[in-house]
């Protein structure tokens, strides 16, 4: 069958079979690719800072219309309120970041016996790749602006070093610094202290910013494009299948001739042999004709 697939026109015929196999293989990225579109995103200006006690309220639950807003507060830090969460990537280096807590100014405070006097909310202000270069959070008062981001949860079965964290878990936090808090926490971008940033993006150091971005829109699959696309692949597959088949019928062809042609050859060859036969025996035939005359 091999020697059939190379003639010239089966080859061609296979060329032929790839180029149209490849066009339906980019048609069926391209119908794949139009499948998996995220959805078109809400104008929820996440992007414009508004103030977090308009945003999240404490003791409440964290709404997701609230996730990735980015807010403003006004308050202080507590320099013996701060861990180190580790395990944490910045540019391809696995490190810490360093959570401090904020207490914010005009916050709704929590009523309760284990309330504080104070609210505050976990701030992740930068990353560090050792321990030791975690500085202090900056005194006095501050105005913060950040990215909101959910609580996280923290790792079970784990108990921390002191001073360190298994992840910026609201609920771990409150119970290693005792305070009241948001259900949430925010990712620093800016901390000004009397009209100068003194945050990880401004000041240059050892504590790199986070740079947390909003997510993306969460994306919806259109099932009738990657029905297409599928299909799409099963009709190069069905190029390729075709080329193959006629090669094969061409190689059965060819058997049969090749069988006809040996049958003919016997059939001329049997009615040959009696003929060749008389012709060496002659005088025996002669003899005989002569017996059946004699009375």
């Not at 969460?85 to 959570?99: M, N």
């Not at 900056?138 to 105005?143: F, K, L, N, Q, V």
């Not at 602006?145 to 921390?160: D, K």
């Not at 808090?181 to 971008?189: I, N, W």
């Amino acid at each position: 069958m091999l020697k059939t697939a190379l003639k010239p026109r089966w080859i061609a015929g296979l060329v032929f079979a790839i180029v149209i196999s490849g066009v339906f293989v980019l048609l069926s990225q391209w119908q794949f690719g139009r499948s998996t579109q995220p959805e078109a995103p809400v104008s929820t200006g996440t992007e414009d800072t508004k103030p977090l006690v308009s945003v999240l309220q404490p003791g409440d639950f964290f709404h997701g219309s609230a996730a990735d807003q980015m807010v403003a507060a006004t308050g202080s830090y507590d320099p013996d309120k701060q861990v180190l969460v580790p395990g944490r990537l910045h540019d391809g280096a696995t490190g810490y970041w360093v959570v401090s807590a904020f207490s914010v100014q005009d916050a709704p405070a929590l009523s309760g016996v284990a309330a504080s006097p104070g609210t505050w909310i976990p701030v992740a202000r930068g990353w560090v790749a050792d321990p030791a270069d975690a500085s202090p959070p900056p005194s006095g008062t501050i105005e913060l602006t950040g990215r909101l981001l959910p609580s996280e949860a923290p790792l079970p079965n784990t108990a921390p070093e002191p001073g360190r964290a298994t992840a910026v878990s609201v609920a771990e936090l409150i119970n290693v610094w005792d305070i009241s808090s948001y259900p949430g926490f925010v990712a620093a971008t800016s901390e000004v202290v009397g009209g100068a940033d003194v945050s990880a993006s401004a000041v240059s150091g050892e504590l790199k910013p986070l740079r947390i971005g909003p997510q993306p829109p969460p994306q919806q699959v259109n099932w009738l494009n990657l029905f297409y696309s599928v299909e799409w692949i099963v009709f190069a597959g069905f190029a390729l299948f075709i080329w193959w088949r006629m090669v094969k019928d061409d190689y059965r062809r060819d058997l049969e001739d090749e069988f006809d042609d040996e049958g003919d050859e016997h059939h001329q060859h049997t009615e040959e042999t009696p003929q060749s036969a008389q012709q060496a025996n002659p005088s025996e035939k002669s003899s005989t004709s002569e017996q059946k005359v004699q009375p």
